[in-house]
Each structure stands twice: as structure tokens, then as C-alpha cells.
């Protein structure tokens, strides 16, 4: 059974940075484009990020463009989201998931994924 593990959340002041982690076991993340999303309350959730598998091609949702950088190790069958100058805005819960593709069509589609985390609570706060 595939699984994806999320972790890094936590409570991280305005301007501060954090860095998630996306683990995957049963299965290799190689193939796989990977995607992260996130959930404020009362928001649906909205794509923050995506890496291919075919050539590491990365893409960002405009609020986070700059701020955030997506990257992968396979040896470590991890991809991670690395997450500086944090704005209040970006508290959610943050989720991994895979795309049974190299790339997604549109990457920032919650339907273009199949497996999914549990998701890992980011808190932005003063």
C-alpha cells in the first residue's frame, strides 16, 4: 500500500522559514511527479507547488513564487518544500501527493493526484 508521511509543520513566527518533508514508502517517488497542497479553514485546498520526475521541473502558485522551493532526493525517496519569509497567509495544513504521471496536465489540479499524506499543520503567528 502506498504511503506518503508529512512532516516539518509547526508554529514559526512572520518571516521565519520552515522545511517540509514528503516521505513515501511501498513505493519509489522517482516515477512520480510530486505535488504539494495546502488547506486553510474554510478554504478549499489550493496547490502550492509540483516537481516532475522527467527533468525536475518545478512550478509555484504565484503566492508563493520565490518564497518557496521544491526538491527531491531520490536516494532518500523524499521530496521536500522548503519555505522562507513565512506570511501569516500561509497557515494551513500542508499535504503531499503524487501524480500518476512524469507532470501533471495542470499541476495545481487536486484531481490530477491519486495518493495522498495526512498533512502536516503549518502555523504562521506573532
Known amino acids: 500500500q502506498v504511503q506518503l508521511v508529512e512532516s516539518g509543520g509547526g508554529l514559526v513566527q512572520p518571516g521565519g522559514s520552515l522545511r517540509l518533508s514528503c516521505a513515501a514508502s511501498?513505493?519509489?517517488?522517482?516515477?512520480?511527479?510530486i505535488g504539494w497542497f495546502r488547506q486553510a479553514p474554510g478554504k478549499e485546498r489550493e496547490g502550492v507547488s509540483c516537481i516532475s520526475s522527467r527533468d525536475g521541473s518545478t512550478y509555484y502558485a504565484d503566492s508563493v513564487k520565490g518564497r518557496f522551493t521544491i526538491s527531491r532526493d531520490n536516494a532518500k525517496n523524499t521530496v521536500y518544500l522548503q519555505m522562507n519569509s513565512l506570511k501569516p497567509e500561509d497557515t494551513a495544513v500542508y499535504y503531499c501527493?503524487?501524480?500518476?504521471?512524469?507532470?501533471?496536465?495542470?499541476?495545481?489540479?487536486?484531481?490530477?493526484?491519486?495518493?495522498w499524506g495526512q498533512g502536516t499543520q503549518v502555523t504562521v503567528s506573532s
Open positions: 501527493a503524487t501524480a500518476p504521471q512524469s507532470r501533471p496536465s495542470i499541476w495545481y489540479l487536486v484531481h490530477e493526484y491519486d495518493y
Open positions: 511501498r513505493f519509489t517517488l522517482d516515477y512520480y511527479a
